[in-house]
């Protein structure tokens, strides 16, 4: 069971709101990239898991998944500063159109360790980020995404993905508790 309640949680952005922006983002992104160009969408797991799927339906290109998982923030409300690579299995993206899709952009240790190892690693033809939030005032590295939903203040946030010690993934919005 969680320590916290799901009844003390208040909305912060709600199902409608996230599939609306959804919709005008994937079209801002569609733009990007010529319409015969093949792109790999990279779901970063596990926060990324609802917005990659919903972000996919509404992008119309060829498009192939991929699946890393990284992890930051332990069971913690605070980023732990400590990045593990939990699984970076990918097949050889060099040339090809990477386009990264994040949950949420918070101190940017995570986007800046992904964007550099892409870089460096892969070598793509074009790399793209979004995010589906964007925490920017919590920021401690130069980092910022090519696209992002929503920019919401410094508060810990759960739902549509993102968790609290694993919890709160499965709510269809965007929600935190409130001090
Ligand atoms: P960053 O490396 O500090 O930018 O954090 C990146 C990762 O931490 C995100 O991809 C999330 O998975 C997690 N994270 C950051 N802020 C929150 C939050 O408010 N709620 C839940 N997870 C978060
Ligand atoms: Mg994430």
């Known amino acids: 069971m969680s320590d916290k309640l799901m009844s003390d949680l208040k909305i912060l952005i709600t199902e409608e709101e996230i599939k609306n922006k959804i919709k005008s ?30 972000f996919v339906k509404q992008f119309n290109h060829n498009i192939q998944m991929e699946f890393i998982r990284i992890s930051s923030y332990g069971n913690e409300t605070k980023s732990t500063n400590n990045l593990q690579a939990i699984d970076l299995t990918l097949p050889n993206l060099n040339n090809k159109n990477v386009l990264i899709v994040e949950d949420i952009i918070d101190t940017g ?14 070598q793509p033809k074009k790399l793209v980020f979004v995010s589906l939030l964007n925490k920017k005032c919590a920021r401690q590295v130069n980092i910022e995404p090519d696209f992002y939903g929503f920019e919401i203040e410094d508060k810990f946030v759960v739902g549509y993905g993102l968790d609290y010690k694993g919890y709160f993934r499965n709510l269809p919005y965007i929600a935190y508790f409130p001090q």
């Open 109 to 122: 240790l995570t986007a800046r360790f992904l964007t550099d190892m892409f870089k460096i690693k892969h």
């Open 25 to 54: 983002l994937a079209k801002d992104v569609e733009n990007v990239f010529e319409k015969d160009e093949d792109i790999y969408v990279i779901c970063v797991l596990k926060g990324s898991v609802m917005f990659c799927a919903d």
